[in-house]
């Protein structure tokens, strides 16, 4: 029997929302070192964009090749993404994003994980993983009339 649909995930890819105050204050320290909170604490917007600009593309690739046999599972995932997040479920969006990680056999990247520690940053992140989605899925179907 073949493993091609499993999804392995590390507790530590989902620590971050499942865990004590002393690692939830060890996380959000690493956010102010990564420039991800300013220091007044508020997100700084720019790095996130950052952040999804550089994982997304790949991830969304990869996920696309995986699901090509399956008819419509690429733009379901979308949608999920988009209710998820549309309905403040940013925890939601983290798991099934880590799910999916784990899904292409790739590790959630530290950025991320970090993320999920903090909600106003989650928040930010959810708001442009979908935007990043959404343009990916749009850009696809502009090559594909072409």
């Given amino acids: 029997m073949k493993n091609y649909y499993m999804s392995i995930i590390d507790l530590s890819e989902i620590r971050n929302i499942t865990t004590n105050q002393e690692t939830l204050d060890a996380a959000e320290a690493e956010l102010y070192d990564r420039g991800i909170l300013t220091d007044k604490g508020?997100?700084?917007?720019?790095?996130?964009?950052?952040?999804?600009?550089?994982?997304?593309?790949?991830?969304f690739e990869k996920l696309k090749r995986r699901l090509s046999r399956r008819e419509n599972a690429f733009e379901d995932i979308f949608n999920t993404?988009?209710?998820?997040?549309?309905?403040?479920?940013?925890?939601?969006?983290?798991?099934?994003?880590?799910?999916?990680?784990?899904?292409?056999q790739w590790r959630v990247p530290l950025e991320i994980n970090l993320i999920s520690s903090n909600y106003e940053?989650?928040?930010?992140?959810?708001?442009?993983?979908v935007k990043k989605f959404d343009e990916f899925i749009r850009q696809g179907d502009e090559n594909e009339a072409e």
């Fill in 42 to 59: 508020n997100v700084s917007f720019a790095n996130i964009r950052r952040i999804t600009e550089s994982n997304c593309p790949q991830f």
């Fill in 81 to 104: 993404f988009k209710m998820f997040n549309e309905s403040g479920e940013y925890t939601s969006v983290y798991l099934y994003l880590a799910f999916l990680y784990g899904f292409i």
């Fill in 121 to 129: 940053t989650l928040k930010a992140f959810c708001s442009e993983l």
